[in-house]
């Protein structure tokens, strides 16, 4: 598994757009061929710093993504609501333990 995490910056004012933005962005990523989930972390110190995690089944799914048109519209639906443009580290899963 591959977990992409984008640390963005709110525009004061902007939390409905931004939620509203990050939704539709999932729905995009849905439609993409090895995602596997995304959530909207806000950092728990307040303010307008998030935390945008994605997760796909491996590499090369993500690699397609990055590729294709799929990242392009994704800023497109969210770096409106943003002070800066995101950038995305890429994270192999290496080891997960879950509670029962």
Known sequence: MIVVLAEV???????????????EAG???AAHGGF??????H??????RYLYEMSFRDRTDWDEFFAGPGLRALRELI?????????????????????E
């Open 36 to 41: 596997l989930a995304a959530r909207l972390l």
């Open 9 to 23: 910056s709110m525009i004061p004012g902007r939390r409905i757009e931004l939620v509203a933005a990050f939704d």
């Open 43 to 48: 950092f728990a110190g307040g303010g307008y």
């Open 27 to 29: 729905r995009l990523l």
């Open 79 to 99: 770096e409106p609501q943003l002070t800066v443009p995101f950038g995305v580290q890429v994270h192999a899963v290496i080891s997960e333990y879950r509670a």
